[in-house]
């Protein structure tokens, strides 16, 4: 008769070091923390696909997960079409954006499907979630961030723009950013052109015009530093116009999607949808969100967004800005939006100072103590 043996149990009894580490791989170190110190680790770790790997850990792991109050949806990509029918036609999110869908996502979840709500076969089939259902059963939710996989705003030939929007039941402010090109090398000097807009004040009133040609950012060399007589005349003006509205619709189609996620969730106190491109931020704090859930959202009849009121814009240009990092903005334009029927300055203000990151945050800095041209736009 053979006698099994353990040459892990032999060499533990003459080495204690060996005995200790045994000792600890076997522990579970985890299981010896209190929940409070788990959900701080939980809330840290944020990003719902990790939060979706903790689930399948264990049942102690699952039950504390759907605790957390800080959460970070990354949505890997974005279709449309109804529910029953998964075609991929359409990917512009402004005319067709009806459903959030996640790719990988899916594998890490697989243990929450018995909590996410009712089931669904097409859950086993397809590998995506909609926010609304991976979101369902957190019911502590505070802080919420949505990151898309990237800008509605598809800009071509260098063109920058960004924009961050902040909405109750509609916009409250937004501030937008947007350069006709980006200069990366800023030492060719040459290049640079040497003028500033003349300090008058104009005023027109925009349209909503949806079209809109490349402006010629030329500059004359004029002492009084007055805009060049090309930004009204090559259509300079009106390609701010066309980024203005675009940012808006791209703002206010974001807005019309949260609906369902601010109904489910009333504890939220703050909720941030962005994108990987960096591009726009739809920012909501509690105080918005409470207005958003007591007034009824003004749709938009023509498209599945939230109606834009009547607005009052303050424009600042710049034909160059030089910023840190070696970057360089050709045809600089600045637009500070409010709604017509108040306009808090020192609030709008010291939003358009903080809109952005570094580089363009400077870049903001220098535009807004430039001269500043009114215009008025119509709801749409």
């Known amino acids: 008769m053979i006698a099994n043996s353990d040459p892990f149990s032999e060499k533990s009894r003459t080495c204690p070091r060996l005995a200790c580490a045994t000792s600890m791989a076997i522990s579970d170190h985890f299981e010896n923390l209190p929940d409070p110190i788990l959900l701080l680790i939980f809330n840290g770790l944020a990003d719902i696909k990790a939060l979706g790997r903790c689930c399948a850990v264990s049942r102690r792991f699952r039950e504390l997960v759907l605790q957390v109050d800080n959460v970070l949806v990354k949505v890997d ?33 697989q243990a929450l499907h018995q909590f996410l709500g009712p089931k669904k076969s097409i859950l086993a089939e397809v590998s995506h979630h909609s926010p609304c259902e991976v979101l369902k059963n957190f019911k502590e939710l505070q802080h919420l961030r949505i990151e898309l996989p990237g800008g509605e705003l598809g800009m071509e030939g260098g063109v920058l723009l960004k924009w961050k929007a902040e909405f109750g039941s509609t916009l409250e402010s937004c501030v937008i950013l947007g350069a006709a090109s980006v200069v990366k090398d800023v030492s060719m000097k040459a290049s640079k052109p040497d003028c500033r807009p003349r300090r008058v004040q104009h005023s027109s009133e925009c349209t909503n015009a949806a079209d809109g040609s490349e402006a010629s950012e030329g500059c004359s060399h004029d002492e009084s530093g007055s805009i060049p007589d090309s930004f009204y005349t090559d259509g300079g003006l009106k ?23 601010i109904s489910d969730h009333p504890t939220l106190e703050s909720l941030i949808l962005t994108d ?56 600089a334009t600045l637009v500070a939006i409010s709604p017509s029927e108040h306009l808090p300055r020192k609030m709008t203000d010291e939003f358009v100072a903080g809109a952005f990151e570094e580089p363009f945050k400077t870049a903001a800095n220098l535009l807004i103590r430039r001269r500043t041209y009114l215009l008025e736009m119509n709801s749409f």
């Not at 109804?82 to 990917?91: F, I, P």
């Open 77 to 109: 990509c974005v279709i449309s079409g109804e529910e029953s029918s998964m075609n991929l036609k359409g990917k512009g999110l402004l005319s067709h954006l009806m459903r959030f869908v996640f790719g990988s996502i899916v594998k890490p979840l």
């Open 239 to 261: 390609l701010r116009v066309v980024w203005t509205i675009s940012s808006l619709i791209a703002a206010s189609a974001r807005h019309y999607l949260l609906q369902q996620i």
């Open 276 to 331: 990987a491109d960096g591009q726009g931020m739809l920012c909501m704090n509690k105080e918005q969100l409470q207005e958003f859930r007591d007034k009824p959202l003004a749709a938009s009849s023509s498209a599945s967004r939230t109606q834009v009121p009547a607005l009052n814009m303050k424009l600042r240009y710049a034909p160059y800005l030089e910023l840190p990092g070696g970057i360089g903005l050709r045809g």
